[in-house]
């Protein structure tokens, strides 16, 4: 992507991509920061890479992979309350996009017919892919965390079981 970027002169999307992997690449090194935070910093960048990709290159971008990818990932290692949390704000963001097209700020839905009509179109199927996706993600990983405790739990007391027999 940089590369492409760079050959259509586009240097606030090389800008954008080097501060995220840089990023990204540094949360992963730094292993005594916390999963959480490391995550967080991580979906944080995703969000912006997708931001910013919208905002540069609109429907012709990438923004809506890194977008889904943010929340999918937030629902992964952060559970429900960020899941729900990320797709309000992908909500937002495309909601403030479309505001931008309505009143022509932004260059690329200048030589477009209708780019409100299709941007808002392309948000909700969007915006009902990535919640089913999140929402489904976070709440099979809720459930898997559910029956690992159970487990934990009947194991425990097997062991605890176990030793009330031998001490009779």
Known sequence: SIML??????????VLDVGAYLTIVTALVCRTWSLK???????LCLYALGVGLSLFLGPFGAGYIWLFGASVIMSILLGMNAAILSLVLNALTLIAIALLIFYGALDWSAGMDNPLGKWLVSSLNFML???????TTAFMLNGLKKALLNELQTSADLRQS???????
């Open 5 to 14: 970027a760079y050959a259509e002169g586009l240097w606030s999307i090389i």
């Open 37 to 43: 935070v490391r995550g967080l910093l991580v979906c």
């Open 129 to 135: 892919l990535n919640a089913f996706a999140t929402i």
């Open 162 to 168: 176990q030793e009330r027999y031998r001490i009779i």
